[in-house]
C-alpha cells in the first residue's frame, strides 16, 4: 500500500462515503482547491483513474461525518419542530416504497422545514437544493454545483453529473420546484433512469408527474396551537396561554407561516390586539376570486404583518424583494443608498424580529411567500429604481469576486450571490450599458474559473450585445471563443471569432487578431463543421487578417506568424516546419506564455509529423513549464494550459520514456483531472505498454461504457487507447481482440482503417504486436508492408514499424534485416522501439548479449510484459520471463 498523509487518509475516508469535492472541503475546514490537490495525490499514489476507484479501495466507515448529516446544502433549523408527525411518517414510509416523493401543499404550510427534518434525519448523502432563485435553464447546474460537479468537457454538466451518481445511495432535495416543474421532471426522469441509487424528495406546490411519483399532501398543521404558544414566548416570555389560541389558529387556517408571523406580534399586540387586527384585515381581502382559500388567508396575514410597519421598515423591504437568493448587508445598503449602513443594519433587525426577514448567519433572506408579496407592493418607478441599485451592486460584487480568484476561498461567496449577479443581469435590455457590460464581463470571467464553461460563454456574449462599441465587443467575443475550447467547441469559437471580426473594423488590430485565431482554430482544432473549410478559405482568411494589420504590434505580427504555419501545413493537424520555427521566434518577442506555448506547439506538430518526436517532445516540456505557473481561471489561457498537459503524456508515449507518462497520471495540477475521455485514455496507453494489463482492461471496459452513455459521439483522440487494449486482449489471447480493433474504429467515427490516419500505426503496432507473441504470422506480409508505408500522423510510428520488423524476424521474411534497418532512424525517436529492434536483431542473429540488451533497456523504461517475453528467449532465464508472464495472465 502506497504512503499517505494523516489528511489524505481523511479524505480518502470521505471518498469511501461518496462525498463532493465541496462536502470534504466543508468537513475538513480547507478549500476545495486544496481537496482537488489531495485527491489528485491519491488518484496518483493508488495509480488509480477516478474517485470511484479510489472509494473502492477502502471499506467505507458509517455515512456520516463529511458534511454534517452528509447533505450538502441542507438549512440548518433555527427553531423547533413542531407537529407534522404523521406527515413526517408518512414521508419516510414513500421514500421506502418510491424513489420520487413529492411534498405538496400552497405556500407558507411548511413543505420546506418538513423536507428539512425528513433529509437531515436520513444520514444519507445527497444535496439539499433551493430553487427559488433558479432561473429555467440552471436546474442542472444548480443540482451540480450543490453536489461540487463540475463540467467536464465534451461530456455535458447532465452527463458528469449522473456519472457522480451512478455510485452509492444518494439522496437529493429539490425544494420549491413549482416555477420550473418541467425542467425539473426531466431532470429527475434522467436521473432516476440512470442512478439505481439515487432517491429524490421534493416540494411543489403541483406533481412533477414523472413516472413512479409517490405525493404527499401537508394538510393544515394539526398541532397549530402548540406552534403558536412555542413562537409567542418566544416573542413574549409573558404571554398567557389562557387566550384562545385555537379560535386564533383557527382562523389562520393553521397554516405555519401565518402563525408564525402572527405569533411574533403578540408582544406589541396581545390575543385580543391580534383578534382585531386579523378582523380588519380578513375582512378586507375576503372578497377575492380565483385563488385558493389557504392563499388569501396568507396573503391577508402578510399583508397585515406589512401594514403594521413604519413606513422605512416597508421600503426596505420592498426593495429586498428584489434579491432572490438572499443578501448581506453591504447588498441591503445597496438598494436603499439614501440611508447610513446604521440605519439599515437597525431596519434589517425590526423586520426580522418580526419574522418578515430571516437570518442565516451574516446574511439575510425573505422566504419566497413574503418575497412575492412585497415585490408586488413595488411602484413601477421603485421597481427601475431598484433594479438599478441592484445591477450597480452586483456589478461592484461581481468585480470584487473577480480580484478574488487567484486566492482559495472564493467559491463559496460567489455561490451564495451568484443567483442575484444572473437575475441581475437578465434584468437589462441587450444594448449598450457600461455597468451591465461590467457584470457581464465579470461574471463570464468567474463562471470560467467556477468550471461552468456553457455559462462563461454566454455571460460572455452577453457582454458584447451590451458593449460600448464594436471593438469592445470584440473583445467580449474573442473571451467568449477562448471559453469554447474548454468544452472542445472550437467551431463555436472560430464563429465567434468571425462574428468579432466584422464587429472589430474600427480598429485594424483587433479585427486582424480575430482573423489570425480563426486561422489557427481552424487547422489547429478541426472538428465538427471546420472540416468544412477549404484551404483557400483560410487562406482569404490570412490574407485579410494581414491587409487589416497595422504594422508594429509584436502580438499581433506573433499571431499572425503562427497562423501562416498552420494555415501552411498541408493535411490539416500539421504546420509547415519553416513557418512555425518563424513563429516561435516572433512569439518569443512578445514574452507573452500563451502566445509562445502556441507557437511552440505548430513547431511541435510539425516535428512529429515529420517524424522528429524527440524534438517534439523537447516542446511538451517547454510547454509545461510556461503554462504551468498561469492562472487557470483565465479564458485566454486555458486552453494553452489544457492542450500543454494533454501533450505532456502523450510525447511521452511517443518517445517511448513510460515511467514519464506514468508520472503525469493524476498529477495535482492537471487541469482536466479525472475527465474520463482524457485520462482514462492516457491511463490505458501507458499500463498497455508497461504491463498493467489488469488495470488497462478494466479502465478501457469502463471508458467504453461512459463513452456509449454519452451518445457515442466521435473523439479522434480516444481510438489510440482503444487499439492498444485490444492489444492487451490479444496478447492474453482471451477472444476479444477483433471486438476492441472495431470498437476503436467506432470511437474514431471510421469505417476502415485506411480511413483513420490518427488510428493506422496504433492498430498496426497492435496487430504486429499480436501475431508476433501468439505466432500468428499468415497476415504478416500484409502487416509488414502497410507498417512501413507513411502514416497520417507519426506519433504512433515508431511502436507499429518496430513491431512489424520484429514480426517480419519471427514470421521468417527473406528482407527481416532489411527491415529491421530501415526501422532503426524512427526508431532512434522511441526508447520501447529501439529495444524492440534491439530482440529483433538478438532473435535475427541468435545472440544472447544482444537480447540481454533489449531485457534491459525495457526495464530502464517500465515495460514489464515485454521484459518478461524478452526473458523466455534466454534459455537461463526463461522460466523467470515465463512465471511474469503467468502473473500477467498471457500465455
Known amino acids: 500500500m502506497p504512503e499517505v498523509s494523516a489528511r489524505e487518509a481523511e479524505v480518502l475516508a470521505a471518498l469511501a462515503n461518496h462525498r463532493t469535492?465541496?462536502?470534504?472541503?466543508?468537513?475538513?475546514?480547507?478549500?476545495?482547491?486544496?481537496?482537488?490537490?489531495?485527491v489528485s495525490s491519491l488518484l496518483r499514489k493508488y495509480a488509480v483513474a477516478n474517485r470511484r476507484e479510489l472509494a473502492d479501495l477502502v471499506e467505507a466507515p458509517p455515512a456520516q461525518a463529511a458534511d454534517g448529516p452528509g447533505m450538502s446544502g441542507l438549512p440548518a433549523g433555527r427553531t423547533s419542530f413542531v407537529g407534522r408527525a404523521e406527515e413526517l411518517s408518512a414521508v419516510r414510509e414513500a421514500l421506502g416504497r418510491a424513489r420520487l416523493v413529492t411534498l405538496l401543499g400552497p405556500g407558507g404550510m411548511g413543505k420546506t422545514r418538513l423536507a428539512t427534518v425528513v433529509a437531515g434525519g436520513t444520514g444519507a448523502s445527497g444535496a439539499f437544493v433551493d430553487l427559488v432563485p433558479v432561473r429555467a435553464g440552471l436546474v442542472t447546474r444548480t443540482v451540480a454545483t450543490v453536489l461540487g460537479v463540475a463540467e467536464r468537457p465534451p461530456q455535458s454538466l447532465e452527463q458528469v453529473l449522473v456519472e457522480q451518481l451512478q455510485t452509492g445511495q444518494w439522496l437529493l432535495v429539490l425544494d420549491n420546484c413549482e416555477h420550473l416543474v418541467d425542467e425539473v421532471a426531466e431532470l429527475v426522469e434522467r436521473l432516476l433512469d440512470g442512478c439505481s441509487g439515487v432517491t429524490v424528495l421534493a416540494t411543489s406546490r403541483e406533481r412533477l408527474g414523472v413516472p413512479g411519483e409517490q405525493t404527499v399532501l401537508l394538510p393544515p398543521l394539526d398541532a397549530a396551537g402548540e406552534l403558536f404558544v412555542e413562537r409567542a414566548r418566544a416573542a413574549d416570555p409573558t404571554f398567557d396561554t389562557s387566550a384562545?389560541?385555537?379560535?386564533?389558529?383557527?382562523?389562520?387556517?393553521?397554516?405555519?407561516?401565518?402563525i408564525e408571523l402572527a405569533a411574533a406580534r403578540i408582544g406589541s399586540l396581545g390575543a385580543d390586539g391580534l383578534?382585531?387586527?386579523?378582523?380588519?384585515?380578513?375582512?378586507?381581502?375576503?372578497?377575492?376570486?380565483?385563488?385558493?382559500?389557504?392563499?388569501?388567508?396568507?396573503?391577508?396575514?402578510?399583508?397585515w404583518s406589512y401594514d403594521l410597519l413604519d413606513e422605512a421598515e416597508k421600503l426596505l423591504l420592498r426593495r429586498l424583494s428584489t434579491y432572490v437568493g438572499g443578501f448581506d448587508l453591504a447588498a441591503a445598503c445597496a438598494v436603499s443608498p439614501e440611508l447610513g449602513r446604521g440605519e439599515v443594519a437597525d431596519l434589517l433587525g425590526r423586520l426580522t424580529d418580526k419574522s418578515l426577514v430571516l437570518r442565516r448567519g451574516s446574511r439575510w433572506l425573505l422566504l419566497e411567500t413574503i418575497r412575492e408579496f412585497a415585490r408586488d407592493q413595488l411602484t413601477r418607478e421603485e421597481l427601475?429604481?431598484?433594479?438599478?441599485?441592484?445591477?450597480?451592486?452586483?456589478?461592484?460584487?461581481?468585480?470584487?469576486?473577480?480580484?478574488?480568484?487567484?486566492?482559495?476561498?472564493?467559491?463559496?461567496?460567489?455561490?451564495?450571490?451568484?443567483?442575484?449577479?444572473?437575475?441581475?443581469?437578465?434584468?437589462?435590455?441587450?444594448?449598450?450599458?457600461?455597468?451591465?457590460?461590467?457584470?457581464?464581463?465579470?461574471?463570464?470571467?468567474?463562471?470560467?474559473?467556477?468550471?461552468?464553461?456553457?455559462?462563461?460563454?454566454?455571460?460572455?456574449?452577453?457582454a458584447a450585445d451590451r458593449a460600448a462599441d464594436g471593438v469592445t465587443a470584440a473583445l467580449d467575443l474573442r473571451s467568449a471563443g477562448d471559453a469554447t475550447l474548454a468544452v472542445s467547441e472550437a467551431q463555436t469559437q472560430v464563429r465567434l471569432l468571425l462574428d468579432a471580426a466584422d464587429r472589430a473594423v474600427a480598429d485594424g488590430n483587433v479585427r486582424a487578431t480575430m482573423?489570425?485565431?480563426?486561422?489557427?482554430?481552424?487547422?489547429?482544432?478541426?472538428?465538427?463543421?471546420?472540416?468544412?473549410?477549404?484551404?483557400?478559405?483560410?487562406?482569404?482568411?490570412?490574407?485579410q487578417a494581414v491587409e487589416s494589420a497595422v504594422p508594429g504590434d509584436p502580438h499581433v505580427a506573433a499571431l499572425l506568424a503562427t497562423a501562416k504555419a498552420w494555415s501552411s501545413g498541408r493535411p490539416r493537424i500539421d504546420a509547415d516546419p519553416h513557418f512555425a520555427r518563424a513563429a516561435v521566434e516572433a512569439a518569443r518577442g512578445t514574452g507573452d506564455p500563451v502566445l509562445i506555448a502556441g507557437a511552440i506547439d505548430a513547431a511541435m506538430v510539425a516535428a512529429a509529423n515529420s517524424g522528429h518526436l524527440r524534438e517534439a517532445r523537447a516542446g511538451?516540456?517547454?510547454r509545461m513549464r510556461l503554462t504551468r505557473p498561469l492562472p487557470r481561471h483565465e479564458p485566454y489561457a486555458a486552453a494553452e494550459i489544457i492542450d500543454a498537459f494533454h501533450v505532456w503524456p502523450t510525447t511521452a508515449v511517443a518517445v517511448g520514456d513510460l515511467r514519464a507518462a506514468a508520472e503525469t497520471l493524476g498529477a495535482p495540477d492537471d487541469p482536466v483531472g479525472d475527465h474520463p475521455y482524457i485520462s482514462l485514455p492516457r491511463l490505458i496507453r501507458v499500463t498497455a505498454l508497461t504491463g498493467d494489463f489488469d488495470t488497462c482492461v478494466k479502465q478501457t471496459d469502463a471508458l467504453w461504457e461512459r463513452w456509449k452513455r454519452a451518445g457515442r459521439p466521435p473523439i479522434e483522440w480516444m481510438a489510440s487507447a482503444l487499439a492498444v487494449a485490444a492489444m492487451v486482449h490479444g496478447l492474453r489471447d482471451d477472444g476479444h481482440y477483433d471486438t476492441w480493433q472495431e470498437r476503436a474504429l467506432e470511437v474514431a467515427g471510421c469505417a476502415a482503417l485506411a480511413d483513420a490516419p490518427w488510428l493506422e500505426a496504433p492498430a498496426l503496432f497492435a496487430q504486429a504486436r499480436v501475431a508476433v507473441h501468439l505466432r500468428r504470422t499468415e497476415d504478416a506480409e500484409d502487416v509488414?508492408?502497410?507498417?512501413?508505408?507513411?502514416?497520417?500522423?507519426?506519433?504512433?510510428?515508431?511502436?507499429?514499424?518496430?513491431?512489424?520488423?520484429?514480426?517480419?524476424?519471427?514470421?521468417?521474411?527473406?528482407?527481416?534485416?532489411?527491415?529491421?534497418?530501415?526501422?532503426?532512424?524512427?526508431?532512434?525517436?522511441?526508447?520501447?522501439?529501439?529495444?524492440?529492434?534491439?530482440?529483433?536483431?538478438?532473435?535475427?542473429?541468435?545472440?544472447?548479449?544482444?537480447?540481454?540488451?533489449?531485457?534491459?533497456?525495457?526495464?530502464?523504461?517500465?515495460?514489464?510484459?515485454?521484459r518478461a517475453v524478452t526473458l523466455t528467449l534466454l534459455p537461463d532465464r526463461a522460466d523467470e520471463g515465463r512465471a511474469e508472464l503467468r502473473e500477467l495472465e498471457v500465455p
Open 21 to 38: 469535492n465541496a462536502q470534504i472541503a466543508r468537513a475538513l475546514h480547507i478549500s476545495v482547491r486544496t481537496v482537488e490537490s489531495h
Open 244 to 258: 384562545d389560541v385555537d379560535e386564533i389558529c383557527a382562523r389562520l387556517d393553521r397554516m405555519p407561516l401565518a
Open 275 to 303: 383578534r382585531v387586527a386579523l378582523d380588519d384585515r380578513l375582512r378586507l381581502l375576503s372578497g377575492g376570486r380565483g385563488v385558493d382559500v389557504r392563499h388569501r388567508s396568507l396573503n391577508a396575514v402578510i399583508g
Open 384 to 462: 427601475a429604481i431598484a433594479r438599478d441599485s441592484v445591477l450597480h451592486w452586483a456589478a461592484d460584487r461581481a468585480g470584487e469576486l473577480e480580484a478574488q480568484l487567484d486566492d482559495d476561498g472564493w467559491q463559496p461567496a460567489y455561490d451564495e450571490v451568484v443567483a442575484d449577479l444572473r437575475a441581475a443581469l437578465s434584468a437589462t435590455p441587450p444594448e449598450a450599458d457600461r455597468t451591465a457590460h461590467r457584470l457581464a464581463r465579470s461574471l463570464g470571467h468567474l463562471s470560467f474559473a467556477r468550471r461552468e464553461f456553457v455559462e462563461s460563454i454566454g455571460h460572455y456574449r452577453a
Open 515 to 543: 482573423l489570425a485565431t480563426a486561422v489557427i482554430a481552424v487547422n489547429r482544432y478541426p472538428t465538427g463543421d471546420l472540416y468544412q473549410f477549404a484551404p483557400e478559405d483560410t487562406d482569404r482568411m490570412l490574407a
Open 620 to 622: 511538451a516540456v517547454e
Open 784 to 866: 509488414v508492408r502497410r507498417a512501413f508505408e507513411d502514416f497520417g500522423e507519426y506519433w504512433w510510428a515508431p511502436y507499429a514499424r518496430a513491431g512489424a520488423a520484429e514480426l517480419a524476424v519471427v514470421a521468417g521474411l527473406p528482407d527481416a534485416a532489411e527491415l529491421i534497418e530501415r526501422a532503426g532512424p524512427l526508431s532512434q525517436e522511441n526508447d520501447w522501439a529501439a529495444a524492440c529492434l534491439l530482440r529483433a536483431t538478438g532473435r535475427l542473429a541468435g545472440v544472447p548479449d544482444t537480447l540481454l540488451a533489449a531485457t534491459d533497456a525495457f526495464e530502464r523504461i517500465g515495460a514489464r510484459f515485454e
